[in-house]
């Protein structure tokens, strides 16, 4: 059935019906669609635009209609141009007449507009539970890792030591921060369209705070032409997401650096691992891999809405139309990512004795030796060049700074006493770095109880 055949004289070309029909994807917010029925005629019947009876029968109709979806009985049928045309035919179908008043007060741009944003709404918060499952996966591992050394990097040149607490925990306020953007998005959305109409507001007395409070929205919006052509949450879900995305990719990256057999710092489980069709020593990092690969897709998705609306007159257009798969799809490649991502990491094992030797044969602790000088009376400069210096000799015999005998290090410099080997220990590297955001031991413990509270009440 066709909402709109009065003015016509001729069928709509097949082809024509099936590029402008939105059925095939926008089916997935039947539920809201409904939903979004069902407090409309709740308020036309409190503003006495509506019967009690004509209400009743209308919202028993709507149930039915989400149940027999539900159950199977009812499939959702192409020959619909999209799912409010098909709510409402079959609505009609079900009650007859008082059917037909459903629409009364609405458009299909306000109605379009609220569906998607009490889809999205919803999608934001299993987003936000999936990134607090990750963030406990991580937590758990800091918890275990505050003395667990590894080289920091820059350059991907061995650095500094750091802990596996401390690199994970940068992870940590990524997805804390990706949680609070969620948070954002959604108070600034939480705005109900319904009542706009097509463009203009309605000439019957809807009231629009009623509607918004039915659907726990913080208010109706504030302008109807604003209200059916706003799709600035999306755009901004979709940024919030691609940065979910980008931070997984990092962390990806990284995983896959580590579980190679150059590194092996880490080892992905068997069960989140794949093999190759014709190596048969190979295990490789699929998942990972692929979760770095989908990144591209939704950030495909935030430039091509972006695209969408750049040259978009006020209000409606059905090039608006399109918002729908490509947030969808950005919205299932990020849960499917961030679900197979916490197991992952959930199940890995850490080779924490190669991390630290990986540490000590890079001469993470040459800028703590040059510190032992500093604090011994030379100035930093000289430092810097003599523990360069030593570095050279190490490098020459193939040793790391914690192996070259004291006598050598005296040649180079009478200050260098005995204690030069607690001085540059891994430990000592790290212990030292103790202001709040650090490696340091307790610095650390301290952030780890911070995001404990956090993670209680949030
Ligand atoms: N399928 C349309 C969309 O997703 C619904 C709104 C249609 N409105 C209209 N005036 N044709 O945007």
Known sequence: MKLWGGRFTKETDQLVHNFNASISFDQKFYKQDILGSIAHVTMLEKQGILTTDERDQIIA??????????????????????????VEANLIERIGEPGKKLHTGRSRNDQVALDMKLFTRDEIVAINDLLKELLVTIHNIMKAHTTTYMPGFTHLQKAQPVTLAHHFGAYFEMFRRDRSRLRDIYDRMNYCPLGAGALAGTTYPLDREETASFLNFDGPTL??????????????????????????????????????????????????????SIMPQKKNPDIAELVRGKTGRVYGALL???????????????????????????????????SL????????????????????????????????????????????GIIGQLVLTCIEKDISLDELPLSEYKKISPVFEEDIYEAISMKTCVDRRNTIG???????KQVIAMNETYLKES
């Open 61 to 86: 109709g709507c149930k039915g209609i989400l149940e027999d979806i539900e159950n199977g009985t009812l499939a959702i049928t192409e020959e619909h141009e999209d799912i409010h045309s098909f």
């Open 223 to 276: 302008n109807s032409m604003d209200s059916v052509s706003d799709r600035d949450y999306l755009i901004e879900l979709l940024s919030a997401m691609s940065m979910i995305m980008m931070h997984l990719s990092r962390f990806c990256e990284e995983i896959i650096v580590w579980n190679s057999n150059e590194y092996q710092f880490v080892e992905i489980d068997d069960s989140y691992s794949t093999g190759s």
């Open 304 to 338: 091509s809405l972006l695209t969408t609306m750049k040259g978009l007159p006020l209000a409606y257009n059905k090039d608006m139309q399109e918002d729908k798969e490509l947030t969808f799809d950005a919205i299932d490649t990020v849960k499917g990512c961030l």
């Open 341 to 384: 991502f916490t197991g992952m990491i959930a199940t890995m094992r850490f080779h924490t004795e190669h991390m630290e030797a990986s540490a000590k044969n890079g001469f993470t602790n040459a800028t703590d030796a040059a510190d032992y000088l500093v604090n011994h009376g030379v100035p930093f400069r000289d430092a810097h």
């Open 438 to 444: 650090a490696p340091g031991e307790q610095a650390m």
